[in-house]
């Protein structure tokens, strides 16, 4: 009699922190998406609250710009123009750092948060393709060739010291590099690395807690007529047993600008990884909600609790509905947009994994339960 009680009670606490039976995203992993960062406005006019008004919204227009060029499929795509009244509907919150002001002058550094569902209302109907989804970090490998020789965790690695040296950029592919310590060194060997060693690269990228391993190898070379460097550039990507190769090069006109061609070919391996991702991720202008009701084995309460936040913070999925709950399992409407690859994709970053069977779909935790 007790030990029925006392189920009773956890069915109840179940369905207690099922919450509403609809959960609207997003909370903050997904805002994170559509918040700007380090906008700096500097603008004088004719008084101090004239030069902070206008400044305020300059810094959204310029916010507006970067994240359509972070969401964009098209790297080239340029804002809509939208008025006064259609740019502040769009933003949610900003928050003001680095404030100064004259008679005349406003400064200031800004962050800018949208609203999700209005900024995909106009991206919609401006027919621009986005993608909404982070990607979990990708950690480049970097191997330096030249005359025959090749380095990795090495000193001597130009290669290595041209990614310790890039700019930061606003991207939705996050990319780490190895520190190159001792536990580097005895991990991973420079031929391992570029032997495609996907036991090794796996459990260096683990390690990091990257999603896949990129092995990017430079190979410097100089033309003996001319002394003209050129860095030929081959980037293996690593991922669940599908690798994947891109070639790219790049020629200098002298010889001392190999550092810059190094530099380059950083931002290519970059840019080519976001594009990638964005390619595979991008939901099209117009794109219809679709529904999967998705099984969630329910092994403690504090796991159905974390599957339930993680779905809740996932961009692609509009809303989740709770539609049963046992002991063992709960079942979960989900309306999401894109397809089905898609939504896998996304929730694999989110530590969820979805697996597709003939009668019913099920979706379980790979990560910790956060604690």
Do not use: C
């Not at 101090?48 to 970067?66: C, M, S, V």
């Not at 891109?246 to 976001?274: C, P």
């Amino acid at each position: 009699m007790a030990r029925a009680g006392l189920l009773r009670l956890v069915v109840t606490a179940l369905l207690v922190l099922a919450g509403p039976a609809v959960a609207q995203a997003p909370p903050a992993a997904q805002d994170d998406v559509f918040t700007v960062t380090d906008v700096a406005v500097d603008v004088t006019d004719a008084t101090a609250l004239q030069a902070r008004e206008k400044a305020h919204l300059d810094g959204q227009r310029q916010a507006f710009q970067k994240l359509m060029q972070r969401l964009a499929t098209d790297d080239s795509v340029r804002s809509p123009r939208l008025d006064e009244a259609t740019l502040t509907s769009l933003v949610r919150s900003i928050d003001v750092t680095n404030e100064r002001t004259s008679a005349v002058r406003y400064l200031a550094t800004l962050t800018v948060r949208f609203n999700p569902v209005a900024v995909r209302d106009v991206m919609g109907s401006a027919g621009v393709a986005f993608t909404e989804t982070r990607a979990r970090p990708v950690l480049v490998v970097p191997v330096y060739s030249v005359g025959g020789s090749m380095v990795l965790f090495d000193e001597r690695n130009p290669w290595r010291e041209a990614w310790a040296q890039r700019p930061p950029r606003d991207t939705l592919v996050p990319i780490m590099v190895p520190l190159g310590d001792l536990r580097d060194i005895g991990d991973l060997g420079a031929k391992e690395a570029m032997a495609g060693d996907t036991v090794k690269l796996e459990a260096l990228a683990r390690r990091y807690g990257a999603a896949e391993a990129a092995v990017a190898v430079a190979a410097v070379s100089l033309d003996p007529i001319t002394s003209k460097p050129t860095v030929a550039l081959t980037v293996t990507r690593h991922s669940g047993g599908a690798d994947l190769t891109l070639v790219d090069s790049f020629t200098g006109e002298s010889a001392d600008q190999s550092e810059a061609l190094l530099a380059r070919a950083v931002t290519w391996v970059e840019r080519e990884l976001e594009r990638l991702w964005k390619q595979d991720n991008a939901i099209g202008p117009g794109q219809s909600e679709r529904q999967i009701v998705l099984a969630v084995p329910v092994a403690s309460l504090a796991e159905w609790t974390e599957i339930r936040r993680r779905l809740s913070g996932i961009g692609l999925v509009r809303k989740a509905e709770v539609v049963q709950l046992t002991r063992q399992e709960g079942r979960i409407a989900v309306t999401y947009v894109g397809e089905t690859g898609q939504l896998r994709s996304a929730l694999a970053q989110r530590d969820l994994e979805l697996i597709e069977g003939q009668t019913e779909s099920v979706v379980r935790l790979t990560g910790p339960v956060r604690r």
